[in-house]
């Protein structure tokens, strides 16, 4: 789920809380606020930017299986897309973000996109 937050502080991070199960596992990047993910249940790893670290083999089985690179795909996707919307209201920007999600897991562009939304629209 996507949702703008007024402000990224450990006290509103904490609305995540009932949309993920406990024991799932979290892959961040260090982020200050990510910190007390442990103490809510979650399975936490981390990779360290600042030490050039990209991806990591926590097992030693030359599987690098702590990354973040989904996620920052997604933001970076999203930002792009955005862009040339300029000047979207606050009001607005849900509908935008749900549209986007929608398009991001659907894995569709382009005139394919048609269908699966009419489903879900009918739905």
Not at 33 to 57: K, N, Q
Request: net charge negative; proline share 5%.
């Amino acid at each position: 789920m996507v949702e703008r937050l007024e402000n990224v502080r450990q006290t509103t991070i904490s609305l995540i809380m009932p949309f993920i199960a406990p024991g799932t596992r979290g892959y961040t990047d260090e982020y200050d606020i990510d910190h007390r993910l442990p103490e809510w249940g979650f399975d936490y790893h981390t990779v360290c930017h600042s030490r050039g670290e990209y991806a990591c083999d926590e097992d030693g089985d030359g599987f690098y299986e702590v990354y973040v690179n989904t996620a920052e795909g997604f933001w970076l996707l999203l930002r792009s897309w955005l862009r040339p919307h300029r000047g979207i209201s606050q009001e607005k920007l849900p509908l935008y973000l749900g549209f986007f999600q929608f398009v991001y897991n659907a894995c569709i562009c382009g005139k394919g996109l048609l269908s699966p939304l009419l489903e879900f629209l009918v739905a």
